[in-house]
DNA sequence: TTTAGGG
DNA sequence: CCCTAAA
């Protein structure tokens, strides 16, 4: 059996505030201390012999950690909920995540083993594990430690707590999900939907809570009913005060995602609020010609033969014949896999100037030097080295991995105060990381894993806790990733809140308020799911509402969302319709901020609006 | 730069 | 998702 504990590092301290440094946190030798966000995970194990910790442990951790941080952030900001807090935070510091009773059972029982080993991919850390007793039972202890000052996180929420009773519009009945009446194989698919990747946990209840807090963004899953509605935990056991508690300190609670959003993203655009404004009113004195222009938009536009694109192939074609270096990591994954890939010379350890991080791996009791990144895999649960040698016909197995990795070159260099940015703009527990788990060092002998505590881990892509996607790396902030990322359900219900609240269309003010801390989805990621899901709300006939629809057991789109995404969709296309109601609609709205086109549904927005405004307050 | 739309 | 054209 083994313990998660977490070496950390930091010289700054910069997590001393989660209490992160007590009795059952190792301090990592001072050696480590210099790069601000290097901190090392470790496990424990019965012998005390320490064993690194995957990547996924080590992201996971690091992305509980600032949400940790930040919630005692906001704890300082609205004061309002103290009081429940301190009561509920362990000891340590540390939300009792899961993770106690993960560990308590599988020491239990071998048959539990599956078990543990998702736990491992979950990961949270354990650090409120006391030292010697475990035996947490798995009864509702779990829960009961968490704040409930996060449950609600989808700020400005149509149907945030405040305006519950006055909402007069179709948000009320939508977007509820309940998970209670799923099967293990439902939660599972929900589970996927949700983070991204499977899992293998037959524990129901597990399931519930894991994808409940998913869904909140939160880790407040006391109940023992999960009916999520509108990204909150909705209790039909109200055995619990801390819903009355969210309820009384009323509005402010509910922001509390568009705080983390813009505490995360106040240093890189801490200028949001008054962009903001600004936005806002111009839109407002651009709203006529907004809709004019929208007219002129139907008609489809016709477009050129673009070559461009078959060039750029080709030419990235040539290049990897000829050795030039690529700098995308397009062609390294597992895209392609043809075995010049695998046969490049390893030697690329800058890449267009960019110092590429490098950690120690250890191999067959040799060390070398790899870089850090792009051990991960995005979107695929990660299983073992047979499950990885499929992807190579040649059989090169082991070695081909080695070189693979060789040259898998992030690039993503960012100096430490970028860095500590990235860090600061993490959120999103949820997604844990993927890990490309070649290492079949994880199953040589435990020996040889001693040389990995050396393991130096830098925050590849520093993005939102997980950026484990190949991305290419724009000089100036820019990160822009490559190739698929799945969307989870939360992400969809924010991007419907957003859509709903903004307007399809105004994706990037979307981009910028609902999802600052998604910083992996650009306005045109916004734009292209939204299609997508009009797609999809269309196209599924309204009869099978109420449950996911089960068909493409890959997309549990809940129908409930559907749904809204449908009449979101016509109540805009209403709204765009021809002016002869316009008289009405700007009266409507009067004084409104949005442009008119969006302007149906006016309680909605208001509502919104509002929010929009205590936000600003806040701030 | 952002949005719309095709692929 | 990616890419481009148009605005």
Known sequence: MEKVVEAEGSDEGKFEETGLETSNFVLSSPKNVTDPVVYKLVRVDGNGRLVPATDDELMEVEGLLENEKRETHIVADTGQALGCISNEVSPSGMPQLESSEGLSQSENTEADTEKLSAYLEETVPSGAKSSSDDHVTQSGRVGECLKPLDGPLEGGSSTSTGCISSKPDFSKLKGEICLDNLSIKELHEVFKATFGRDTTVKDKLWLKRRIAMGL?????????????????????????????????????????EDLLNNLSSQIDDHQTTSEVR???????????????????????????????????????????????????TKSIGFRPLSSKAHARPARNVSLEGRTVITRLDSLGGFGIQVPCVYRIRRSRPRKNVTALLKFHPSGMGMTATIIKKGFDVHGSQMDNGSMNKVLEAKSTPEQAPEQFVAESKKETTPTDMGQNMGLKYVDPSGDTSDDNVVTVPTEKGGIRRKHHRAWTLSEVMKLVEGVSKYGAGRWSEIKRLAFASYSYRTSVDLKDKWRNLLKASFAQTPTDKGANSRKHPSMPIPASILLRVRELAEMQAQASLPNLSTGKLSACGGGSEWPFKYKLGTCDLTCSADSQSSRFQML
């Open 278 to 328: 600004l936005g806002n009113n111009v839109v407002e004195n651009n709203f006529a010609s907004e809709d004019l222009a929208a007219d002129q938009r139907a008609a489809k536009r016709v477009r050129k033969p673009t070559k461009r694109y078959i060039e750029e192939l080709s030419e990235a074609e040539s290049k990897e014949y000829s050795g030039r270096s690529i700098a995308s």
């Open 216 to 256: 909140t963004n939160s880790c407040d899953v006391s109940a023992t009913t999960f009916v999520i509605k509108d990204n909150k935990l909705v209790k039909k056991d109200n055995e619990d005060g801390f819903n009355n508690v969210n309820l009384g300190a009323g509005k402010e609670v509910e922001y509390n």
